[in-house]
């Protein structure tokens, strides 16, 4: 008898699931379709009749036909190109070993440094030794945050 209940307790659970996703996915595709501008400047574009954009205003039956994107016309105007440099600038500096050649973010906090770039700001004089997460107060926190700040100045170690 308990095998039975669990095994229905199985079915009903993933039939809930089955009815969450799908319900969902189907609220983020007309999120999606509604969300998406057209297109600012298309060439060639056919006039719509009043019923065809009441049609299309009426909620289509949830199959994979109705979910599948259309194809969109190319814009006109094309977006201006970005500059290599501006993907570095979102994702912060990046910092490079000399010696092993790792790259890595620039730590924001000494408490997220990697080993290598807590042994660089010794060995550069920015601090006097590597300090332990416990053993930082107020002071060891200033400290070790304008040297993280001296450290980034550093080109030598720039990725």
Same mark, same amino acid.
């Given at each position: 008898?308990?095998?039975?209940?669990? =095994?229905?307790?199985? @079915?009903?659970?993933?039939? @809930?699931?089955?009815?969450?996703?799908?319900?969902?996915?189907?609220?983020?595709?007309?999120?999606?379709?509604?969300?998406?501008?057209?297109?600012?400047?298309?060439?060639?574009?056919? /006039?719509?009749?009043?019923?065809?954009?009441?049609?299309?205003?009426?909620? +289509?039956?949830?199959?994979?036909?109705?979910?599948?994107?259309?194809?969109?016309?190319?814009?006109? +105007?094309?977006?201006?190109?970005?500059?290599?440099? /501006?993907?570095?600038?979102?994702?912060?500096? +990046?910092?490079? #070993?000399?010696?092993?050649?790792?790259? =890595?973010?620039?730590?924001?906090?000494?408490?997220?440094?990697?080993?290598?770039?807590?042994?660089?700001?010794?060995?550069? =004089?920015?601090? #006097?030794? @590597?300090?332990?997460?416990?053993?930082? #107060?107020?002071? =060891?926190?200033?400290?070790?945050?304008?040297?993280?700040?001296?450290?980034?100045?550093?080109?030598?170690?720039?990725?």
């Amino acid at each position: 008898m308990l095998q039975v209940v669990a =095994g229905l307790t199985v @079915v009903f659970v993933g039939y @809930v699931l089955y009815e969450v996703f799908k319900t969902v996915s189907s609220q983020s595709s007309s999120e999606s379709q509604v969300k998406t501008p057209p297109p600012a400047a298309v060439t060639a574009k056919p /006039a719509v009749s009043e019923p065809a954009v009441a049609a299309a205003a009426k909620p +289509q039956p949830t199959s994979t036909a109705a979910l599948k994107p259309e194809p969109q016309m190319k814009k006109v +105007q094309s977006e201006p190109k970005k500059s290599e440099a /501006a993907p570095d600038e979102v994702r912060g500096l +990046q910092l490079k #070993d000399p010696v092993s050649g790792e790259t =890595g973010p620039a730590p924001t906090n000494y408490r997220f440094a990697k080993k290598w770039v807590k042994e660089a700001l010794v060995a550069e =004089g920015l601090l #006097d030794k @590597v300090y332990k997460t416990a053993d930082l #107060d107020d002071a =060891g926190s200033q400290k070790v945050r304008e040297a993280l700040e001296k450290f980034k100045a550093i080109e030598k170690y720039h990725g």
